[in-house]
Nanobody, 125 residues
Framework: QVQLAESGGGLVQVGGSLRLSCAVS???????MAWFRQTPEKEREFVAA????????YYADSVKGRFTISRDNAKNTLSLQMNSLKPEDTAVYYC???????????????????WGQGTQVTVSS
């Protein structure tokens, strides 16, 4: 059984930085790991993904150039470095993982089999 646990959320001022981590236990086949975010007003939104194998990364246009997704294989963690944060980045951030996810489906939440509990990120102006 795969379990994901996010950490690193919090309150930060506009322009600041945060680093989210997702601890992964268990194994799953080739596919992808990703970060999504959600607010009460919106559906769950794709933020970034990293495909396995290969490690290619993909980003939502709204975060491209500001956020970086990465994986530490030795520690079995997925991270999201968030810089130049804006108020509109405020959301609950979720880590997700899944097997057999094709490139065209990376941004679809329903394609992911495993989810963390989420961590709140609040950007104050």
């Amino acid at each position: 059984q795969v379990q994901l646990a996010e950490s690193g959320g919090g309150l930060v001022q506009v322009g600041g930085s945060l680093r989210l981590s997702c601890a992964v236990s268990g194994t799953f086949g080739n596919g992808a790991m990703a970060w999504f975010r959600q607010t009460p007003e919106k559906e769950r939104e794709f933020v970034a993904a990293l495909r396995r194998p290969g490690g290619h990364t993909y980003y939502a246009d709204s975060v491209k150039g500001r956020f970086t997704i990465s994986r530490d294989n030795a520690k079995n963690t997925l991270s999201l470095q968030m810089n130049s944060l804006k108020p509109e980045d405020t959301a609950v951030y979720y880590c997700a993982a899944g097997s057999g996810i094709i490139l065209s489906s990376l941004r679809i939440p329903g394609q992911y089999n495993y989810w963390g509990q989420g961590t709140q990120v609040t950007v104050s102006s």
